[in-house]
């Protein structure tokens, strides 16, 4: 009933409704006001606190992608969404202490490794060559869907009943989306069985070049950087859109709806990006969608007026929503699928780095004047440097085979 692939793409999707994304990026940012007022500490702090979060997230990325690499899908993730679940749930017991707010966050971005997109762009790249981007796209949209909906979850909970209750329902939400779906519609691929049987790495029949060859080369850091750039200005900036809102005089409902238009606008960016990487050589393509986040943000960051925060939201959903389906793809088309866990699995913590050193930056950036200003300023810098290191990355290494559309096609990874 499950074998045709797209039913893996569904069950990604919904994996990262809850994933780590909309939960340590974008929904902690509803917590930052409560957390700072019950428990008497400054923005700077709770937001630093949020940064070693992903900071742990970032040591356990590339561990994570290694044994993907080598071991059945669901013997990994299973265990791990559960145990991400449970150290979400566990915000709840947060007290006014400095030790045990850095232990309770750094315990959740450990094991938030599991709802970053590097499983679920492994499984799909090597289960998908004709279509990656559009599969990629689909399956990443799961961020938007969740950056969306996450944030006015957690608003409900906390408003009818308190920011501790909002923690637990996140916990259960990732049990709910990702543990049951993943258990599941994840089937393992013929070829993947049969090395498990022999006792091989399930990943030797992938085309691709070795972790080693590819790190040792520019193109990989080159992609890294550039990606890693685009996310401390952008992702870092988002976890602050609801403050930065509300001091402004908007209440928390507005500044909630205008992150919900960030995860819409996100959605839709996933799945037009996907679908265009698979017709537009991806560099270009995402260069464009640079320049639209970058108006979005001096929109967004700068107090224009009227439906200007929704308006400016909305670019920077368009243009960052794009940002996790390029890397995969470029990894992909760079490097080959062999090794994609581990190589997606260390690009993506300099992601990650970068997202923390961006929460960080601008609670302090706050702090220290009162305003967000100068944040907004160097972010429109680093973008500017990630076009230009982008565009110099040459043509694809593993092209997409042409083959001829079948039905067989549809039911089975791509051949390679």
């Given amino acids: 009933m499950f074998k045709n692939r797209w039913w893996v793409v569904l069950a990604s999707a919904l994996a990262l409704i809850f994933g780590q994304a909309s939960i340590m990026v974008f ?4 917590f930052v006001k409560p957390l700072a007022h019950d428990l008497h500490f400054g923005r700077g702090v709770i937001s630093s606190a949020m940064a070693l979060a992903n900071i742990a997230c970032v040591v356990m990325n590339p561990f ?3 044994l993907l690499d080598r071991r059945s899908f669901r013997s990994v993730m299973i265990p791990m969404l559960i145990l991400f679940a449970l150290a979400t749930a566990a915000l709840s017991m947060l007290q006014a202490s400095i030790g045990l707010l850095l232990v309770l966050f750094v315990i ?3 094991a938030g490794t599991a709802g970053t997109p590097t499983p679920y762009a492994k499984m799909i790249t090597s289960r998908f060559d004709n279509l990656r981007g559009l599969a990629l796209g689909v399956t990443l949209a799961g961020v938007g869907i969740g950056t969306a909906l996450v944030p006015q979850f957690a608003r409900i909970l906390m408003q009818h009943y308190s ?6 329902g996140l916990g259960c939400g990732v049990m709910v989306l990702a543990v049951i779906p993943i258990a599941i519609w994840y089937g393992e691929p013929a070829e993947v069985k049969l090395a498990k049987q022999k006792g091989h790495p399930t990943n030797q029949n992938l085309p691709g070049m070795e972790f080693k060859e590819a790190v040792r080369g520019g193109k990989f850091w ?4 550039g990606i890693s750039l685009v996310c401390l200005a952008a992702n870092g900036l988002i976890v602050h859109v609801v403050p930065l809102l509300t001091d402004r005089g908007f209440s928390l409902a507005a500044a909630v709806n205008v992150m919900g238009i960030v995860g819409f606008a996100l959605l839709a960016g996933r799945v037009l990006s996907g679908f265009l990487l698979d017709k537009i050589f991806a560099p270009v393509l995402f260069i464009a969608i640079l320049i639209l986040a970058m108006i979005g943000l001096a929109i967004l960051g700068f107090g224009v007026g009227g439906a200007g925060p929704f308006i400016g939201a909305a670019m920077v959903g368009l243009g960052v929503g794009a940002e996790h389906d390029v890397l995969a793809f470029l990894i992909s088309r760079y490097f080959g699928t062999r090794e994609l866990g581990a190589m997606h699995g260390l690009a993506f913590s300099f992601t990650l780095i970068a997202t923390a050193l961006g929460q960080s930056l601008l609670g302090w950036v706050y702090q220290l004047r ?3 200003n100068l944040g907004f300023v160097i972010a429109e810098i680093l973008i500017v440097i990630a076009i230009v290191l982008l565009s110099c990355l040459g043509p694809y290494r593993f092209p997409e085979i042409k083959v001829e559309k079948s039905r067989d096609s549809e039911m089975t990874v791509a051949a390679h």
Avoid: F, K, L, P
Avoid at 222 to 225: A, G, K, P, Q, Y
């Fill in 108 to 110: 959740q971005g450990a």
């Fill in 27 to 30: 929904g902690n940012g509803i």
């Fill in 64 to 66: 994570t992608g290694r």
């Fill in 163 to 168: 920011w501790r209750i909002g923690y637990i």
């Fill in 370 to 372: 009162h305003s967000y």
């Fill in 222 to 225: 080159v992609v890294t950087i």
